[in-house]
């Protein structure tokens, strides 16, 4: 009796768990579906030659020369070559004399265990990540990073896998603000990283948390761009705001600056957010989020393309990606004029 007792209990806790999960999961994925209020009328576009820039710099970032850009391969390294020049010539300045951060680590597939001929531990000794600046005019001590992964999966049995949008798209995306920011300087410093390793595991960004160029306390966020150039419902998600609250005035303000649809979301726990993904610790963002500093991440939902063969530079969305540009722009702007209010309110915390 005492036995069946028990049994009924446990069924009971087992069906209200389950009620919770799909009420939350219900729930969450209802709230996600509401676009911040967008501009009826779209802002200026970009430039010609800023959105021809714009893709160009995926089209040969993605272009089959760099091999799908695998940690550790020539491919990978014809990137950083790229990156470096372009930060060069863009007149971005280094931290002690070169754009080059390299840093070292292991990583442990779990595949390697089951998979005959796969090791298990693999070290990488000469990862980058390829950092530089611009020096703000009124609070250089104050630092925006604005980062972007440029590494993505290489050649996997034959097969390329080209990564346009993940995260050729974020790296163009990262070069365009620098371009801008350039020629208009902002009121404080603003580092551009393209980091290396996030496939692996996030590693080039966790590398450059724990040895930052500049003192942790002057910086003030991380603003992170992985996979913003595909999507055909002009639709882009913004993770951060559930931890950052604070941050979620500015984003609304840029959000009602552009037409394309930008959805907070996808940064509350599974107990909240049942079977809607958390992305908090899916991109670069993590490595600062687990620091304590505070983050902006965008992207694109998943699509068919995703860590596929086809992501390539003619599926990814042209228009939509120079809306997406032209928005985070614009809130980058608008994070550089605030950054002093959002250290404060941080470190108030
Ligand atoms: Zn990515």
Same mark, same amino acid.
């Given at each position: 009796?005492?036995?069946?007792?028990?049994?009924? &209990?446990?069924?009971?806790?087992?069906?209200?768990?389950?009620?919770?999960?799909?009420?939350?999961? !219900?729930?969450?994925?209802?709230? %996600?579906?509401?676009?911040?209020?967008?501009?009826? *009328? +779209?802002?200026? #576009?970009? @430039?010609?030659?800023? &959105?021809?820039?714009?893709?160009?710099?995926? &089209?040969?970032?993605? @272009?089959?020369? !760099?091999e799908g850009r695998r940690t550790g391969t020539p491919?990978?390294?014809?990137? *950083?070559?790229? %990156?470096?020049?372009? =930060?060069?010539?863009?007149?971005? /300045? +280094?931290?002690?004399?070169? $754009?080059? /951060? +390299?840093?070292? =680590?292991?990583?442990? @597939? %779990?595949?390697?265990?089951?998979?005959?001929?796969? #090791?298990?531990?693999?070290?990488?000794?000469?990862a980058t990540n390829i950092v530089g600046y611009v020096r703000g005019t009124a609070a250089p001590d104050r630092y925006l990073v604005i980062s972007a992964h440029y590494d993505h999966l290489g050649i996997r049995n034959g097969k390329l896998y080209p990564g346009a949008d993940d995260n050729a798209s974020g790296v163009a995306a990262m070069l365009a603000l620098a371009a801008?920011?350039?020629?208009? +300087?902002? /009121?404080? @410093?603003? %580092? =551009?990283?393209?980091?290396?390793?996030?496939?692996?595991?996030?590693?080039?960004?966790?590398?450059?948390?724990?040895?930052?160029?500049?003192?942790?306390? *002057?910086?003030?966020?991380?603003?992170?761009?992985?996979?913003?150039?595909?999507?055909?419902?002009? /639709?882009? $998600?913004?993770?951060?705001?559930?931890? !950052?609250?604070?941050?979620k005035p500015l984003v609304e303000q840029s959000a009602a600056a552009t037409s394309v649809h930008v959805t907070a979301g996808h940064d509350r726990p599974q107990l909240l957010a049942g079977s809607v993904e958390d992305w908090t610790s899916s991109s670069d963002h993590g490595a600062f989020h687990k620091a304590g500093i505070p983050f902006l991440y965008f992207g694109v939902a998943d699509h068919e393309d995703y860590h596929a063969p086809s992501d390539t530079f003619a599926r990814i969305n042209p228009a939509f990606f120079a809306s997406v540009t032209q928005m985070l722009t614009g809130l980058a702007m608008s994070l550089d004029r605030n950054l002093d209010t959002i250290a404060q309110v941080a470190a108030a915390r």
């Open positions: 009796m005492a036995m069946k007792r028990r049994i009924v &209990r446990g069924l009971i806790v087992v069906a209200l768990i389950a009620a919770w999960f799909n009420g939350a999961s !219900y729930l969450e994925a209802k709230r %996600i579906s509401v676009p911040m209020p967008s501009a009826s *009328q +779209p802002p200026a #576009p970009m @430039s010609a030659a800023e &959105r021809a820039a714009l893709l160009e710099d995926v &089209r040969i970032l993605s @272009s089959p020369e !760099y491919g990978n390294r014809k990137a *950083q070559a790229l %990156i470096e020049q372009r =930060f060069a010539a863009l007149g971005l /300045q +280094p931290f002690g004399g070169s $754009f080059r /951060q +390299p840093f070292t =680590f292991k990583h442990r @597939s %779990i595949k390697g265990l089951v998979t005959p001929g796969r #090791p298990y531990e693999t070290a990488y000794n000469d801008r920011f350039k020629a208009n +300087p902002p /009121q404080h @410093s603003i %580092i =551009f990283a393209a980091f290396d390793a996030e496939e692996l595991g996030l590693e080039g960004a966790n590398a450059f948390v724990a040895r930052l160029p500049v003192p942790k306390e *002057q910086v003030a966020m991380n603003l992170n761009f992985d996979m913003i150039a595909h999507n055909n419902d002009n /639709q882009i $998600f913004v993770a951060g705001t559930h931890h !950052y609250p604070f941050l």
